[in-house]
């Protein structure tokens, strides 16, 4: 069974940088487009970035120019390099398999990522 475990999370101040890995155990890594997910306290779970296995890329818009994914499909590892962190990006972060834009899982038990003012 495929699994995805998160890495990387931590405290930050604001402004700071923190980088987050996803690594991959399974088949399920290199055909598929693979996303970072975010859940913060009291909020839905919400779409961060994601990117296709030819390297395409799309973002939410609260990150885009901030954050960046990327993969590597030799380690079944993805990556999301998140600079000029705010207080509001304060999160549990996810990655998971998307199939037609839409996050089908599986989930690992995140990582999480304290942004402090």
């Known amino acids: 069974q495929a699994q995805l475990v998160e890495s990387g999370g931590g405290l930050v101040q604001g402004g700071g940088s923190l980088r987050l890995s996803c690594a991959a155990s399974g088949s399920i890594f290199s055909i598929n487009t693979m996303g970072w997910y975010r859940q913060a306290p009291g909020k839905q779970r919400e779409f961060v970035a994601l990117?296709?296995?030819?390297?395409?890329?799309n973002y939410a818009d609260s990150v885009k120019g901030r954050f960046t994914i990327s993969r590597d499909n030799a380690k079944n590892t993805l990556y999301l390099q998140m600079n000029s962190l705010k207080y509001e990006d304060t999160a549990v972060y996810y990655c998971t398999v998307v199939k037609a834009g839409f996050p089908l899982g599986p989930w690992g038990q995140g990582t999480q990522v304290t942004v402090s003012s």
């Open positions: 990117i296709t296995s030819g390297g395409s890329t």
